[in-house]
């Protein structure tokens, strides 16, 4: 479980980044934090993965307060994170299956392992086919499955996806929301950053709506969009045990309880 | 097993990423180090020519003329009773005379010598040669014996030894204003050869930090590669060190040898044997390599590890 307590940031310039967040996110949820640019969610993100320290509050994952880490605890901790980035962030020199194993190779697993798990990462992401290849001579949707892959191979209890599909095309997008959901489903938590209302609308998931620094809304999304129910072929898995809608934020953003979706007004 | 081999493969990589600047670093290392050899055996054979000459060459006591053998004896005992005297040589004037012509004349020293037929030129020179158990103490012993009314001379090596002295602190000096120079300059090379790769690797930087590598294993490539140049930079200089040593210690015999000097003097001026300084220089020598690769690879990463 990740527990904001009255979260605050501000940086040494003096921008208020995050202004008193109060945020559950439970074990195996998925979820998406969406919000314009400046509204605090990369710095929500970097506050996960402990890249910032909060000025304010706590911010605890599996009970434990992150802020307070020593410094050389901290590479111990991001293991239990699988980190997913925009530009894939692939060490351009070396081939898909090198990529992979390269986080491997980070936490000292040895050979063995590496060749047990990496074949099973490629196949779990879909891009056995292309082990040889080079990033370069990928499309930007199997570059980022092999992001993924490299996400997950440690076997992370939470994967952290800052706009993973940012840079993909529609279907592209859909086959890596696919994935992430996929991912939820074997019981991994997920939280996806993601500027895209169409992602966020496709899936009946929690949404966490930021803007300025603070959460406006957190609501469960009601909706398939046409595209992605297509793409699913059936529904998508609902969330259970969630309410639709956490009453607590009905007031400040003014949605419609009926549509759950107006976060961005 | 698998990160040291990990690490270490790295650490070639990035010596090959940047082979301009490795060998750079490398050649200036190289010379540091060939600077420090070279000024080591100077400076370690000056101070061996200058205690060989305090122990080789010993105190020789000229007596005045007239002074009776008992005075001598007498004399004898009483240095030996002041302590600290390891041995006492009583040498006549016929011997003195007879060292006198092997030394100078050699095989033909009987032919050449002819000249002096009967007439002892060192007559009056039969001395006494003492050799003190602590060479640190033979200004003291040379000014107690100059004390006796009966010497009419004392000889000891004080002014070879302090000339050597002098000229030791001279290399000294020179050569650690030149290792100082070169030093400056290879750990600035050495520096910039690792942040130069460490810009190259900046983004397996960041994402080795954040999917959870530690400090350790980002740090340990740069290390190596730091460690390597410091390592290749010192074989190089040891490997020349190796020839030019045993060339100097050859030419030196040859020489001495050559000129006929003083048996005494070959003694003297002997370098010290290979064997006993190569160790040394190998010791020396790739510790400062490797350790100036070391630390400043390890120092110069540290800023680079904050993401």
Known sequence: ?265 | MSTVIYCFRQGISNLKKNLLFSIASTVTISACIFLFCLFYCLVMNVQHIAYNAETTIGISVFFNEGVSMDEKEAFRDEVIEHGGVKEINYKSADEAWEDFKEDYFGEQSEELAEAFADDNPLAHSDSYEIFLNNIENQDSEAKFIRSFDIVREVNYANTVVSALKSLNRIIYAVSVVLIGILFAISVFLISNTINLTAHFRKRENEIMKMIGATNGMIRAPFVIEGTIIGFIGAVIPLGLMYYIYHRAEQSAAAYISRSGALSSLSDIAKLIPFNEIYPKLVLAGTALGVGIGFVVSFVTIRKHLKV
Do not use: W
Not at chain 1, 120 to 134: C, D, P, V
Not at chain 1, 234 to 247: A, M, T
């Open chain 1, 1 to 265: 479980m990740i527990e904001f307590n009255n979260v605050s940031k501000v940086y040494d310039t003096g921008n208020r980044a995050i202004r008193d967040i109060n945020l559950t996110v439970g074990d195996g949820e998925f979820v998406f934090v969406t919000g314009r640019s400046g509204a605090g969610k990369s710095t929500l993100l970097k506050l996960i993965t402990r890249e910032l320290r909060a000025t304010e509050g706590e911010v605890l994952v599996a009970g434990r307060d992150i802020g307070r880490l020593r410094e050389r605890d901290i590479p111990r901790y991001r293991r239990q994170l699988g980190i997913v980035f925009q530009d894939f962030r692939l060490l351009n020199d070396r081939n898909v299956f090198e990529n992979i194993a390269f986080a491997q190779r980070v936490i000292g697993a040895s050979r063995a392992e590496i060749r047990r798990n990496v074949p099973e990462m490629m196949k779990l992401t879909g891009i056995s086919a292309k082990y040889k290849n080079m990033p370069n001579q990928l499309s930007g949707g199997e570059q980022q499955r092999v992001a993924i892959a490299r996400a997950l191979i440690n076997r992370p209890s939470v994967i952290l996806a800052d706009e993973p599909t940012g840079n993909l095309d529609e279907r592209n997008s859909e086959e890596i929301l696919r994935l992430l959901l996929e991912i939820n489903q074997m019981g991994t938590t997920v939280i996806v950053i993601t500027h895209s209302k169409q992602l966020v609308e496709s899936v009946d998931k929690r949404v966490i709506v930021m803007d300025k620094g603070t959460v406006v809304d957190d609501y469960v999304s009601m909706k398939n969009s046409p595209p992605l129910k297509s793409f699913f072929g059936s529904e998508p898995p609902k969330q259970r045990g969630r309410s639709r809608r956490n009453p607590e934020f009905s007031a400040m953003s003014g949605n419609d309880q009926e549509n759950g979706r107006r976060h961005e007004r």
